[in-house]
């Protein structure tokens, strides 16, 4: 029609180009299908970042009508968990995807790596190094110089395979030998420079046990996996990009048909967070935060406790596309995704986080009135809820001053306001404790005026929310801030000492009665103070706990 849309929209979804090299591999015929693979170390809980990835791998399946797997990358069993491996799954599939078939181990594969290596060593390919560690980090080289060939570099293939052997074997101790590719010690590419293959490692795996002492290095395991799984576009971040001479290099050099193709995109960096497992593991571990799942972490399992839909995130990484340009991606652009999906879908309920009295004189001591509320303003269908309206109600302290000009559209001392869904009220005195601080605001209220302006026609502008002290149910309400008081703190010398003190703040509030069935996993809007759902670890029967998913998009102007 217009001719302005943007040529690369296809279905209302942006190619990119990871989808470009698919379509035109797919055109070419060189792969009939796609197959892709989102590979975790588990190592720790997934994280925004891998959302990103999960996002991206099962997304292509989806769209292309291919597969994609869920492959454990399990070659360091020092720091590998089954706890994670758990985790993993339950939060892949809590963004909403399925992998093919079943869950595959990088360590179902350790004996055909074996075989594999064997191969390398018999074409004079690869070769057990007794350097330590210290040396061949030595004889490695650096960018502007090139690399020394280790002494032990011209074993016989005989020797080799022998000295292998005797690794698997667990005759020698742990850094005392490796296997390494044998591939050219003066590359501008530092990866290529005789990479370590094989290491020995005398630890449990938590898939095959005490099996093996050797562990595979992920460069020789993860295109070998890809190729064994018939993968055909195996993406990763930026850093892998001169990692995929040797991915190349492996299968290049060792017989397999599957040839899977490795692309490299920018990873998710997020402003005020972090995205390094290990610097996440060390805020769950010195107990800075609430364990993996604390609202305030960027895993998956926080942002699902404090209130993140599936959909939301889903959004969310659609929108911040897949690119090879390193960027960092503001916060707003993630609470802007949860907002507008609760905004459309969160039913509204009215809660109290600062209470302050209430009591309306001209209501009647003995009979209370059931009003009926809507749960949406726009979404009829949402039905309605009825809420009781007390001769005492709590409204937030915030929302009363003794004085206050124009601009203040709340209650003011001797001037009105209107309760959400309720009347008019005016506030006429208020009683003070010992130290002057309010106690208690005595109004009055206008009958003619439920859900309808005054009959004089004289004009009230301020709408405030209310519960009624009767009737409304005690709750802690966790109000969270950024996590971190920099907007980068990936790169402090000392991320811990950029740690927000502030991050949470408790509220002991009132909530209107309904919210006493509210449960995990379903969002509400507390009229003006933002979206809320229950805590999924500290709420229980008798102790309702709220966590404060985002503010609303302009509380900070709400008069
Ligand atoms: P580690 O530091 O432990 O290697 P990692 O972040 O690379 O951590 P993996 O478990 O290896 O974690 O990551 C699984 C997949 O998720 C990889 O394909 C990786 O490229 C991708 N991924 C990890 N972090 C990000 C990120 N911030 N943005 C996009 N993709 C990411
Ligand atoms: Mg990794």
Redesign the pocket.
Known sequence: MSGSLPAETDNHRPTNFIRQIIDADLAAGKYKTTHTR???????Y?????A???C??FGLAQDYQGKCNLRF?DTNPA?EDIEYVESIKEDVRWLGFEWDGEICYSSDYFDRLYEYAIELIEKGLAYVDELSADEIREYRGTLTQPGKNSPYRDRSIDENLILFKQMKEGKFAEGKACLRAKIDMASPFIVMRDPVLYRIKFAEHHQTGNKWCIYPMYDFTHCISDAIENITHS???LE?QDNRRLYDWVLDNITIEARPHQYE?????LEYAI????KLTLLVTEKIVDGWNDPRMPTVSGLRRRGYTPASIREFCHRIGVTKQENTVEMSTLEFCIREDLNENAPRAMAVLDPIKVVIENFSETIDEVLSMPNHPNRPELGNREVTFTREIYIDRADFREEANKNYKRLVLGKEVRLRNAYVIRADRVEKDAEGNIQTIYCTYDPATLNKNPEDGRKVKGVIHWVSAKFAKPAEIRLYDRLFNTPNPGSADDFLSTINPNSLLIKKGFVEPSLQYAEVGKAFQFEREGYFCLDSKYASDDNLVFNRTVGLRDSWNDA
Not at 38 to 44: D, I, L, S, W
Not at 46 to 50: A, E, R
């Open positions: 989102f590979p975790p170390e588990p190592n720790g997934l994280h925004i970042g891998h990103k990835s999960i991206l791998n990358d720091k993406l990763c971040t892998f995109f920018s990873r998710l960096n995205t390094s497992k290990r």
